[in-house]
């Protein structure tokens, strides 16, 4: 062998020689760290090797006492999804020791899905499940799906235009009712500027109480805190409804009516004195080329059609409309013949009461005129 080639060997089993006496050396520090730490834990080696490791146990689930109400049946409406899928986390975060894993949370939600597009959709999910296995990873990954399927297409922009008109308007509704549908807008929408928040709710606000909110001396909120606005208008919709009730409690009653008792107990009106009846028609004397129309309607005016040998009054049989002893009286008129009798006993009355002036006037003693001599 060549002198170099030994050389070369006796270099390499030197080498080798100084990492096995490193590793022994290492070795006997980890020894050394070993054996510290059994005398901390006041543990014999034997003991140490003999103990099992324990295992780890999932912490006993604390039953509860709590029984809530399950979703109601879901039919694919996509105004109700939202709805739905609110209810069913609900649901299993006030019982989660109801269920063992989020597959079988998955499959509970989906047992409500029983009539139209959304049993379609259950179905083909549990034909997937027996051929693959569940479909989702997790209860997200489920959620995720159930969206694209069953929630408003392009909320976001629905939102946003609806914001832009005016159907949102509080109108006759209370500011709470206003506020709840107002709050779902800007979230669907994705609005985050705080000032423009501010404009929009002010837009739809009844303009008394943004009146009212705007006219605050002391402590108005400032137009970019949109909360501050909302809490306010809140209290001042309370305090108007408050007032409203405690005022409506001390109205005066309606006044008594002004008639005079007499005419209040008959029912009838006053009646304007005239002397003479309301022409029926524009014109009240024909002449050749414009003549009187014809009433076609008297006929009905006059009641039903009866016997030929009865009263045209009162339909009794013995005598004529003529000679009826119910001629004069009221309830047996029509509208006309009261209206006429009414309007002659007036007449007589204006004519007895001019008679009765008359004749005071002529009852009053004369001045004898006596000339005075000069």
Not at 116 to 137: D, T, Y
């Amino acid at each position: 062998m060549p002198p170099s080639e030994m050389a070369e060997d006796e270099d390499r089993v030197s080498a080798l020689e100084s990492k096995i006496a490193a590793l022994q050396e290492a070795e006997r520090s980890n020894n050394i760290l070993l054996q510290q730490i059994v005398d901390a834990l006041k543990l014999s080696p034997p003991q140490l090797l003999k103990t099992p490791s324990p295992e780890v146990s999932a912490p006993p689930r604390k039953k509860t006492s709590l029984r809530p109400s399950p979703p109601v049946d879901f039919n694919g409406d996509r105004t109700k999804g939202k709805a739905f899928l609110m209810s069913c986390r609900a649901y299993i975060r006030l019982v989660p020791e109801s269920f063992d894993d989020e597959a079988q949370q998955i499959v509970w939600a989906m047992t409500f899905m029983k009539s139209g597009r959304a049993s379609v959709w259950a179905q083909r999910i549990f034909r997937e499940e027996e051929a693959h296995g569940l479909p989702f990873v997790d209860w997200f990954d489920f959620e995720n799906e159930f969206r694209k399927h069953f929630t408003p297409l392009n909320s976001e922009a629905t939102a946003i235009n609806k914001l832009e008109g005016t159907t949102y308007f509080q109108k006759n509704r209370s500011v709470d009712d206003y506020l709840d549908e107002f709050r779902d807008l800007i979230a669907e929408s994705g609005y985050t500027d705080k000032k423009n928040i501010v404009v929009k709710f002010r837009r739809g606000l009844d303009r008394r109480i943004s009146g009212a909110i705007a006219g605050v001396a002391n402590g108005r909120p400032a137009d970019n805190d949109p909360d501050a606005w909302f809490d306010l208008a809140v209290q001042i919709d309370q305090n108007r409804a408050a007032d409203e009730a405690f005022s409506a409690t001390y109205r005066s009653p309606a006044p008594p009516s002004s008639l005079p008792v007499s005419q209040t107990t008959r029912g009838l009106l006053p009646v304007p004195r005239s002397s003479s009846s309301t022409p029926r028609f524009a014109h009240a004397t024909p002449t050749p080329g414009n003549p009187v129309p014809m009433d076609i309607d008297a006929a009905r005016k006059k009641g039903p059609v009866r016997d030929a040998d009865n009263c045209r009054r009162c339909g009794e049989v013995g005598h004529w409309s003529k000679d009826c002893p119910r001629r004069y009286d009221v309830r047996h008129m029509s509208s006309e013949e009261a209206q006429t009798a009414l309007e002659n006993l007036l007449a007589k009355l204006d004519v007895a009461e001019s008679l009765a002036s008359a004749e005071s006037a002529s009852e009053e003693p004369e001045e004898d005129f006596v000339p005075r001599s000069e």
